[in-house]
């Protein structure tokens, strides 16, 4: 499997500065296990031939599609995003005003080779499909990373956990020393226990490739209306209902496919 890409632009930054600000966290569900490093690759260096695929999502829904509705009774978004009583942490619902309707959950047309339960992430569009039978998927909308923090090329789902643990980098805590003040002391180092104010939300997914720790992750967000954004340090941030959707129907070993900026353009039917 090729390694995965990031290129990182921020303008003047050394290579050992970008690789103290890549990757969303350093969390690590396997304490035995320290994770390589990144690899940094030159800004003007393409995505591997790998990791294009014949499919990159066009544009956002149009009005044909099935998708949630907001409801004018509840004020929350219907259906999929209401509260999640059965959750050992609150999962509140999600409101109108909290998330672009273009971003919402959706099953539509996907034309691709990528085999059934293959996930392939769109950064240029903030989507996620999970690829499904008959040539269709979900879509959902996410988060990515922001510039400086973008990477393209292929990965597998380790591990998976719910309401996981966060461990912030040395680097963030540097950079945000409030951050000090709701870390402990944890199975693998400071960090935060999981609930619902932790930052990678009701569940995650690590990325790895071979042995190595990507430190890339698909979570959920306690912040929902950055979905649809640029937004994170390089990992995936989904709205916590879509997320524990996603991960109920993910089994470890799962590929991860995510497009660079040269994938082919899609053939994606909004019905």
Same mark, same amino acid.
């Given at each position: 499997?090729?390694?995965?890409?990031?290129?990182?632009?921020?303008?003047?930054?050394?290579?050992?500065?970008?690789?103290?600000?890549?990757?969303?966290?350093?969390?690590?569900?396997?304490?035995?296990?320290?994770?390589?490093?990144?690899?940094?690759?030159?800004?003007?260096?393409?995505?591997?031939?790998?990791?294009?695929?014949?499919?990159?999502?066009?544009?956002?829904?149009?009005?044909?599609?099935?998708?949630?509705?907001?409801?004018?009774?509840?004020?929350?978004?219907?259906?999929?995003?209401?509260?999640?009583? #059965?959750?050992?942490?609150?999962?509140?619902?999600?409101?109108?005003?909290?998330?672009? +309707?273009?971003?919402?959950?959706?099953?539509?047309?996907?034309?691709?080779?990528?085999?059934? =339960?293959?996930?392939?992430?769109?950064? =240029?569009?903030?989507?996620?499909?999970?690829?499904?039978?008959?040539? +269709?998927?979900?879509?959902?909308? !996410?988060?990515?990373?922001?510039?400086?923090?973008?990477?393209?090329?292929?990965?597998?789902?380790?591990?998976?956990?719910?309401?996981?643990?966060?461990?912030?980098?040395?680097?963030?805590? &540097?950079?945000?020393?409030?951050?000090?003040?709701?870390?402990?002391?944890?199975?693998?180092?400071? =960090?935060?226990?999981? =609930?619902?104010?932790?930052?990678?939300?009701?569940?995650?997914?690590?990325?790895?490739?071979?042995?190595?720790?990507?430190?890339?992750?698909?979570?959920?967000?306690? &912040?929902?209306?950055?979905?649809?954004?640029?937004?994170?340090?390089?990992?995936?941030?989904?709205?916590?209902?879509?997320?524990?959707?996603?991960?109920?129907?993910?089994? !470890?070993?799962?590929?991860? !496919?995510?497009?660079?900026?040269? #994938?082919?353009?899609?053939?994606?039917?909004?019905?």
């Amino acid at each position: 499997m090729p390694d995965l890409n990031r290129r990182i632009v921020i303008a003047g930054a050394t290579a050992s500065a970008a690789l103290g600000l890549a990757g969303c966290v350093s969390t690590n569900p396997n304490p035995s296990f320290q994770a390589g490093a990144p690899v940094i690759v030159p800004p003007t260096q393409a995505p591997p031939p790998a990791a294009v695929v014949e499919t990159t999502p066009l544009a956002p829904p149009d009005t044909n599609e099935t998708v949630a509705v907001a409801d004018a009774d509840t004020k929350t978004v219907g259906g999929v995003y209401g509260a999640v009583p #059965s959750e050992p942490f609150p999962v509140p619902a999600v409101k109108p005003s909290e998330i672009n +309707r273009a971003f919402v959950r959706a099953n539509v047309a996907y034309v691709t080779k990528e085999p059934p =339960g293959t996930i392939v992430v769109d950064p =240029g569009h903030h989507y996620l499909y999970h690829v499904e039978e008959g040539g +269709r998927a979900t879509r959902y909308g !996410v988060g990515v990373g922001k510039e400086g923090f973008v990477w393209a090329g292929e990965a597998t789902i380790k591990s998976k956990q719910e309401w996981p643990d966060w461990y912030p980098p040395k680097e963030m805590i &540097e950079r945000k020393p409030e951050l000090k003040k709701v870390m402990s002391a944890l199975q693998s180092g400071e =960090g935060m226990h999981g =609930g619902p104010k932790n930052p990678l939300g009701a569940r995650a997914m690590y990325l790895w490739q071979g042995n190595k720790d990507t430190l890339f992750r698909i979570h959920g967000t306690v &912040e929902p209306w950055t979905i649809g954004q640029s937004v994170s340090s390089g990992c995936i941030r989904m709205i916590n209902q879509d997320v524990i959707d996603l991960y109920s129907k993910t089994p !470890v070993g799962t590929r991860v !496919v995510v497009l660079g900026s040269s #994938s082919k353009a899609a053939k994606v039917a909004h019905n």
